[in-house]
Structure formats: C-alpha cells, structure tokens
C-alpha cells in the first residue's frame, strides 16, 4: 500500500540460490520454509518459531517463550537491525522458520533474512503493475505479509497476483490472478488452512465485490471461492447462500455497488474445520455506481461467515454492522472460555464499530457484546436479536469513531485477557482544537479486555491516535509500537510500563517473537507505513518527527550491547510555492475538487502528507512541490505521464471505480491552486515557527 534497496551493509547477505537450502539453525537442520500443519500442532508449546500470522491458526499473537519477563527485561538490547531504504514504512508480522525471518514490504518485495546476524539472505520483487487501477496503485503500497508453507512462500500483489516462492531458491513456483487488477489490487497477509492458501483483496469503497479464495498450495490451482456479495441478478446465483444474501439487499441496481471485501479477517479454525472470515462495508464512494443507494441489511457485507475450510460451503454468519454505521470486520481470534459455567469455543472479534463480540464458533450465535470504549451510536446490543438498540440523532447518536482497525490484538492464555490496540475519543478542547475534529480530541488507547466479563482489566493511554500491532507472551509482558516511534513493553497482569526504547520512527507493524540457539528474540519491523497513512491526517498516526524516521527490522535479546542508532531526523524546508494567482472563490472550488477526483485518497485529505517530496514508491506530499512538478501539473494531473507510477490522467481516467467525469483544464487550475494554496500555509508557518 515500494521497492526498496537494502543498506551497503547489507548486500553480502544477497546470497540467491541455495542460500536457504545449506542454512542450518541452531535448533534443527531443515528444509526451507518447512511448515507443516503437523509441524504447527506439534510446537504449540516450544514456540521457537512463529510459523503463522497471529503464530498460531487461532490467531492469538501469544507466545509461551518465558526467558525475557517483565522481571529481567531491563536487560533487554539491540541484537541487530536491518536498515532499509524506503519511502513507507513496513507494516506486515514477520513469520519465522528455523532460524529464518520471511517480511513482505510495500510493493509486494518478500525478504529472507537471517534471525541470528540480520543479514539478507535472498529478496524477491514481483514487479507489481502500478498503471493496472486506481486502487491497485494505492494497494501496491502496502503489504500486510506472507505466508509459508511446505517449502514456499506466499504473497499477494497490489496487482491481484497470489505469487508461490520457493524458499530456498527466491524463484517464482506458481502465480494466480485473485481479484480483477483493472479493478483493485491486494493488501492483506495469506492465510492457510488444509493445505490450501486463501487470499482475500481490497474494494468496498469502489464497487468491487468481495470474495474470499482458496487456492491448492502445491499447484495454484483454484480450489474455491466464496463469493460475500450477490452479484449480476441476470446470471444464476453462485451459491444457495447468495441467493439467501440477495434478499437482504434493496434498491434499484443496489447489486452494482459491490463490497464486503475480505482483505485481513481470515482465521482457520483447526478445532471444527471451519474459515471464519470478516467483511467491511458496502457502498461506492465515488465512480459511476456512488449514487446508487442499497439498503436493507446487504449481507454478507460487515459480517463474521464460517465457511467449510475443504469445500467453501456457507455455515453461519453473524452480522456486527448497522444501515448506516460502518462495522468493517477486522481479525478474529478463537479460543475457549467458561461463560456462564460452561465451557465455550468462541471466536472474539473487536470490529471498527466499538463493541467487543463473543461468539459460539460452532453455531456463530451471538455469547455478549459490549463497548470497548465511549460508544455514541448504540446503547447496546440486543443478545437475542443480534441487532444494536440505537441512539437517535436527537439524543447525540450518530457516525462512530473506528476504534479497532486492522492493526491485531492479542489474547494471552496466561491471563486471559485480549490486548486490543484502540483509538478513543474525548471532548478535549485543547486537543480537539490541535486535531481539528470538530470538538473531539483522538486518542490512542491500549486496552486489556476482560471477555468473559465484557470490562476493561487495565488501560494505557497513548498519544497518537493510531498504534501497531500487539504481542503477548507468558514472560508477563505485552509489546507494541506506537506512532510515536517508541517500542514499549507492559506488566501483562497490571499495565505499567517495564520496557521501552525510541526508536525514531513510526511503529505501524506487528511485534513477534522467537528463540534460536536457546536465546529469545522480540522482533518489530519500523517506519511509518500502512494504507490510513495515504487517506488519513498524518498527526493521527505519526510525529512530525517519527514519520521521517527510517524504515528497519529491528531484533531484540537480553544481553545485548548494541548501541541504538539513533535517526537524525531531517526536516526538511518546504519549498517557496508559486505566486498564488487565483481567487479564495477558485481554491475553494479546487478544494471541492480535490474530493471528487478523489485526490484525497492518495495525497492526505486536508494536504497533512508525509513531509517530503519522495519518488520512490512512496505517495509525494503536494505542499513539497519542486519547481518543476508545478511546471509539469498538466502532463502529470490530466495527461497521465505518470501513470507507470500509479498516478493516472485525470483527462481520460481509468474506467472502473473512478469519478465519472472527466477532469477539465479549469478544474486542474482550481486544484492546483488549492494545493499551491495549501503549500504556502505550510511554508509561512514554517517561517513565522523559525522566528519564535
């Protein structure tokens, strides 16, 4: 959602080949990437390796590795880092296999990377098409991760490819076509289940229809697909289940807006053989579907569904979304709790709506829901309905806050709590002024949920609003990374904070752990990255500082001496704009403009960009313009002569999920002025900061 070129220092570990193949951890001798749905059984308890995403196919994000504690993590230091060059940060959950790292970065580059030294041992670039769609450019800048299994390694493609690697030699086994790359593109992790490896890909605000894939890991070969949304009515229904689904939808031609896509909620459960998977929305917010209106409850977009793991076969679903608050699903955990007295198998999933749910993952019947914060849009769920009680409008309810996106939680068996990584909101003047969100402040909040009593244990505020991904282990401690740059550890059982270090950069990854040659790493990946960073104000996710730190891999153990290199972060000036020529009446048209050519959903809706003009696969901040961009806007906004790096022609736009119209020599002048505008904000504030 960029290619990269690892540091000098690195280049001796490029070793192609059999580089894998002759390397032997200290725990076994293997095969490469030998991961096996035995082999994951079986190592339950050692967990020397994090052989899954979540590590497990429950998708806990815990550990049982019990050498760094909450009472010796004083000790603990920088191992090794791996510095890479790049414009966006690395936002996927390393999997490691024998002494082995495999971390996808944006544009879909896999690394191999030895965990011992940190050095590379080989990379894999896919050669992702930026010029395909609109939402494939956007896709390709970020990746979720990989998946490894029997000897391959698994990627998804902002271009829509499911790409198998061998993970010994770095060559390309097999590539399949997951979704329509004149459509969208891929963003999300692999997952695995039977042997098979299922894909899901981005869409629902732009018409696509969601599915979710499974494909033979062995051939590529497509084993099934479920397809989360009706589609043509004139075509026979894919499924008995869509034609149950269709039902649910109203509205003249509602079926052309698509949606419930499955790009990062895929859970295997081992324990009743069943995928269950969540959705996001439906609904087009701009092309020439947006004035479309489906109504009723449009299943199965913002649902949890269990789908038969061999076969792909409907089982249950459950919808956690209303008509008009959006409930885009995010992970889903499985685990097995006493409720009532009984003993439960549930799936626990904290979707962006608020409520924390507890469902039966044989039956998807609804255990409690309860808010795991302020919730302003419901009073609460109803149990025997499944349904919200609803706050009017006249009473403050309304639109609600994400307050769990996709960055995952973690349940700890030790304490059975869930760590669940949120962003809260509160009437702060101060803050809310700060943040411009019309009155209310964002926050960010780490929050150990108790999901047998629905409550809060503890809560650690945060500054940034948007935060990584949580590990858990049985040594008491609880890891994630912040906006902020720093990497900190908490009491597992109480909260308070035992470990931290700055690290520079922006943390929007996922922490994991490991042991090789009886010695426990933490690892995280660094660097401000992750989709929300192209569409979202920059202040709710990073520093003005953090988000110019560099990208690394960082890897931590007790003991090591390592000095941190702490990033000089260079801020740099922006650069003095044109004369501004036109009117307050042609910036505000420009600023009407730049949303329905849907400018904002690359380039930072209120120009909060990245600070930098970047031209490495990373999305350039239009404040930062260099002379000769604004000489050039014509050929690069209407004439598409960078449309090989992802930025199409505004003149003759791609046909699929765009602004219907096309873009007018006036309306490139009122755009361009509204950016020119913007830049001379930015660069007067600058200058009236340096005289303070």
């Not at 403050?396 to 059975?416: A, E, K, L």
């Not at 989709?531 to 891999?553: N, Y």
């Amino acid at each position: 959602m960029k290619t990269w070129r690892v540091c000098v220092l690195m280049l001796a570990g490029l070793a192609m080949g059999t580089a894998i193949a002759l390397h032997t951890s200290a725990d076994n001798p293997a095969k490469a990437g030998d991961v096996t749905e035995g082999r994951i059984t079986s190592e339950m308890a050692a967990a020397n390796n994090w052989l899954l995403n979540g590590r497990t196919f429950d998708s806990k994000h815990f550990s049982p590795l019990q050498q760094i504690t909450d009472k010796n993590i004083g000790g603990l230091g920088l191992a090794w880092l791996l510095d890479i060059e790049s414009g966006m940060g690395v936002v996927s959950e390393p999997i490691v296999v024998d002494g082995v790292i495999y971390v996808s970065a944006p544009l879909s580059i896999v690394y191999a990377v030895d965990a011992v030294s940190g050095k590379v041992i080989w990379k894999f670039d896919p050669k992702i098409r930026l010029n395909q769609a609109i939402n494939g450019s956007y896709s390709a800048r970020v990746n979720a991760g990989v998946a490894v299994w029997n000897g391959k390694v698994y990627v998804g493609t902002g271009d829509c490819r499911l790409i198998a690697i061998d993970a010994a030699t770095a060559k390309q086994v097999w590539e399949a076509e997951v979704c329509e790359p004149t459509q969208t593109g891929i963003t999300g992790a692999p997952h695995v289940a039977r042997g098979k490896i299922l894909m899901g890909y981005n869409g629902s605000d732009d018409g696509v229809r969601g599915a979710l894939v499974a494909y033979d890991a062995e051939t590529g070969k497509e084993a099934w697909r479920f397809w989360t949304v009706p589609g043509d009515p004139s075509k026979p229904f894919e499924t008995k289940a869509l034609e149950m689904a269709a039902k649910s939808w109203g509205g003249k031609d509602s079926w052309k807006v698509g949606g419930g896509d499955v790009w990062n909620a895929i859970t295997y459960d081992d324990a009743t053989g069943l995928v269950i998977l969540g959705t996001a929305g439906v609904g087009v917010d701009y092309g020439e579907f947006r004035n479309i209106k489906a109504t009723g409850d449009r299943l199965f977009g913002e649902c949890i569904i269990a789908v038969n793991a061999d076969t792909g076969e409907y089982v249950w679903h459950y919808q956690t979304g209303t008509e008009g608050i959006h409930s885009e699903n995010n992970q889903i955990v499985m685990a097995d709790l006493v409720i009532d007295g009984a003993k439960r198998h549930v799936a626990l999933t904290a979707p962006k709506n608020g409520f924390f749910f507890v469902l039966d993952a044989k039956t998807g019947k609804l255990l409690s829901a309860k808010p795991l914060v302020k919730v302003v849009w419901a009073k609460s769920i109803d149990l025997q309905t499944g349904r919200a009680v609803l706050v009017p409008r006249s009473e403050g309810g309304g639109r609600q806050w994400t307050v769990h996106n996709w960055w995952p939680m973690s349940y700890s068996t030790v304490t059975g709590l869930v760590y669940v990584p949120t962003t809260d909101r509160r009437a702060d003047s101060k803050a809310a002024v700060e943040a411009g969100e019309g009155g209310v402040g964002l926050f960010g909040k780490l929050v150990a949920w108790d999901p047998v009593s629905q409550s809060a244990r503890w809560t650690v505020d945060e500054e940034i609003a948007t935060n990584g991904g949580v590990l858990s282990t049985a040594g008491n401690l609880v890891f994630q990374g912040q906006g902020t740059g720093e990497f900190a550890a908490y009491a597992a059982d109480s909260g308070k904070k035992v470990w931290s270090i700055k690290t520079g950069s922006a943390i929007e990854s996922i922490p994991v752990t490991f042991s090789v040659k009886g010695e426990q790493y933490v690892i995280t990946p660094v660097g401000w990255g992750s989709g929300s960073r192209l569409f979202a104000p920059a202040r709710t996710m990073a520093t003005p500082e953090s988000k110019r730190g560099p990208v690394r891999l960082l890897a931590f153990k007790l003991g090591a001496t390592m000095p941190f290199p702490y990033p000089k972060i260079v801020i740099p000036p922006v650069p003095k704009p044109p004369e501004q020529k036109a009117s307050e009446e042609v910036i505000r048209k420009g600023e009407k403009l730049y949303g329905t050519f849907v400018c904002d959903g690359c380039h930072s809706p209120e120009l909060d960009g990245s600070g930098a003009w970047v031209l490495d696969g990373a999305i350039p901040d239009l404040r930062y313009m260099p002379p000769e961009a604004h000489r050039d806007w014509y050929q690069i906004v209407l004439g598409g002569s960078h449309w090989d790096k992802g930025m199409p022609g505004f003149a003759d736009p791609p046909k699929f999920a765009f602004p219907h119209d096309k873009m007018t020599v006036a309306d490139a002048d009122a755009i361009h002025a509204y950016v020119i505008d913007g830049a001379w904000k930015a660069y007067k504030a600058e200058h009236e900061k340096s005289k303070q």
